[in-house]
Protein backbone atom coordinates (compact mmCIF):
# COMPACT_ATOMS: atom_id res chain seq x y z
CA UNK A 1 0.00 0.00 0.00
CA UNK A 2 1.54 3.43 -0.62
CA UNK A 3 0.61 5.72 1.70
CA UNK A 4 -0.92 9.37 0.81
CA UNK A 5 1.02 12.57 1.48
CA UNK A 6 -0.02 15.67 1.60
CA UNK A 7 1.28 18.51 -0.66
CA UNK A 8 2.97 20.62 1.93
CA UNK A 9 4.50 17.51 3.28
CA UNK A 10 6.32 17.09 0.00
CA UNK A 11 10.01 16.91 0.05
CA UNK A 12 10.89 17.33 -3.43
CA UNK A 13 12.79 20.78 -4.19
CA UNK A 14 10.50 22.40 -6.43
CA UNK A 15 7.99 22.25 -3.77
CA UNK A 16 9.69 24.09 -1.34
CA UNK A 17 8.53 27.18 0.50
CA UNK A 18 10.35 30.26 0.31
CA UNK A 19 9.19 33.88 1.25
CA UNK A 20 10.27 36.73 -0.53
CA UNK A 21 11.42 39.31 1.62
CA UNK A 22 12.35 42.26 -1.14
CA UNK A 23 9.16 43.60 -1.25
CA UNK A 24 9.36 43.98 3.52
CA UNK A 25 12.74 45.82 2.87
CA UNK A 26 11.48 48.20 0.35
CA UNK A 27 8.21 49.23 2.83
CA UNK A 28 11.30 49.54 5.66
CA UNK A 29 12.73 51.95 3.11
CA UNK A 30 9.84 54.11 2.48
CA UNK A 31 8.97 54.30 6.03
CA UNK A 32 12.80 55.19 7.48
CA UNK A 33 12.82 57.90 4.44
CA UNK A 34 9.27 59.22 5.58
CA UNK A 35 10.52 59.14 9.09
CA UNK A 36 13.96 61.39 8.43
CA UNK A 37 12.16 63.86 6.66
CA UNK A 38 9.67 64.39 8.49
CA UNK A 39 11.92 64.92 12.01
CA UNK A 40 13.11 68.31 13.02
CA UNK A 41 16.21 68.63 14.50
CA UNK A 42 16.39 71.41 17.09
CA UNK A 43 19.84 72.34 18.88
CA UNK A 44 19.85 73.32 22.35
CA UNK A 45 21.06 76.97 22.63
CA UNK A 46 22.43 78.53 25.57
CA UNK A 47 19.93 80.39 27.88
CA UNK A 48 20.62 84.01 28.57
CA UNK A 49 19.39 84.96 32.25
CA UNK A 50 19.06 88.03 33.95
CA UNK A 51 19.08 88.64 37.42
CA UNK A 52 15.57 90.10 38.65
CA UNK A 53 15.61 93.88 39.41
CA UNK A 54 13.33 96.72 40.30
CA UNK A 55 12.82 100.06 39.45
CA UNK A 56 10.61 100.84 42.89
CA UNK A 57 12.73 101.78 46.30
CA UNK A 58 10.44 99.63 48.37
CA UNK A 59 12.60 98.83 51.64
CA UNK A 60 11.05 96.70 54.22
CA UNK A 61 12.08 98.54 57.62
CA UNK A 62 9.82 96.06 59.62
CA UNK A 63 10.53 92.34 60.00
CA UNK A 64 13.38 90.04 60.07
CA UNK A 65 16.25 90.03 57.38
CA UNK A 66 18.05 87.12 56.70
CA UNK A 67 20.71 87.26 54.34
CA UNK A 68 22.47 84.47 52.03
CA UNK A 69 26.23 84.44 51.32
CA UNK A 70 27.69 83.15 47.84
CA UNK A 71 29.33 80.75 50.35
CA UNK A 72 25.81 78.99 51.81
CA UNK A 73 26.06 80.87 55.19
CA UNK A 74 22.84 82.44 57.04
CA UNK A 75 22.63 85.08 59.11
CA UNK A 76 19.53 85.59 61.03
CA UNK A 77 18.48 89.60 61.92
CA UNK A 78 22.35 89.80 62.25
CA UNK A 79 23.23 86.57 64.26
CA UNK A 80 25.40 84.35 61.76
CA UNK A 81 23.53 80.72 61.61
CA UNK A 82 25.45 76.99 61.21
CA UNK A 83 25.47 75.87 57.49
CA UNK A 84 22.65 73.08 57.70
CA UNK A 85 18.84 72.81 57.57
CA UNK A 86 17.95 72.34 60.82
CA UNK A 87 19.69 75.32 63.10
CA UNK A 88 18.01 77.52 60.02
CA UNK A 89 14.79 76.19 60.80
CA UNK A 90 15.02 76.21 64.46
CA UNK A 91 15.92 79.90 64.18
CA UNK A 92 13.02 80.60 62.37
CA UNK A 93 10.39 79.02 64.60
CA UNK A 94 12.32 80.78 67.63
CA UNK A 95 10.96 84.04 66.06
CA UNK A 96 9.18 86.46 67.58
CA UNK A 97 7.82 88.14 64.73
CA UNK A 98 6.75 86.13 62.22
CA UNK A 99 4.67 88.29 60.04
CA UNK A 100 7.75 89.30 57.13
CA UNK A 101 11.15 88.11 56.31
CA UNK A 102 13.10 89.75 53.73
CA UNK A 103 15.83 87.71 52.07
CA UNK A 104 19.22 89.11 51.10
CA UNK A 105 20.65 86.34 48.39
CA UNK A 106 24.01 87.02 47.06
CA UNK A 107 23.77 87.05 43.54
CA UNK A 108 26.25 84.26 43.50
CA UNK A 109 24.60 82.39 45.96
CA UNK A 110 23.27 79.05 44.78
CA UNK A 111 20.06 78.42 44.30
CA UNK A 112 19.72 75.35 46.58
CA UNK A 113 20.38 77.63 49.70
CA UNK A 114 17.68 79.79 48.44
CA UNK A 115 14.97 77.10 48.21
CA UNK A 116 16.38 75.47 52.22
CA UNK A 117 15.41 78.90 53.14
CA UNK A 118 11.97 79.00 51.59
CA UNK A 119 11.51 76.07 53.04
CA UNK A 120 12.61 76.59 56.66
CA UNK A 121 10.72 79.95 56.23
CA UNK A 122 7.25 77.84 55.47
CA UNK A 123 8.24 74.98 57.62
CA UNK A 124 7.94 78.21 60.68
CA UNK A 125 5.05 79.52 59.12
CA UNK A 126 5.83 82.80 58.40
CA UNK A 127 3.46 85.09 56.59
CA UNK A 128 4.89 87.13 53.81
CA UNK A 129 8.24 86.60 51.95
CA UNK A 130 10.04 89.49 50.09
CA UNK A 131 13.14 89.10 48.30
CA UNK A 132 15.71 91.87 48.35
CA UNK A 133 16.64 93.05 44.54
CA UNK A 134 19.08 95.33 43.43
CA UNK A 135 18.14 98.77 41.55
CA UNK A 136 18.20 98.65 37.69
CA UNK A 137 19.86 101.38 35.88
CA UNK A 138 17.41 104.10 34.28
Known amino acids: MSRFKPRWQSTSDEDRLEINVIPLIDILLVVLIFITATTTFSTIEQL ?39 SLTLAMRN ?6 LLIYADADARHAAVVRALEAANKAELERIHFATERQPE
Open 48 to 86: ELKLPGSNQETIATQGNILLITHTGQYALNGRILASDDE
Open 95 to 100: LEDKNE
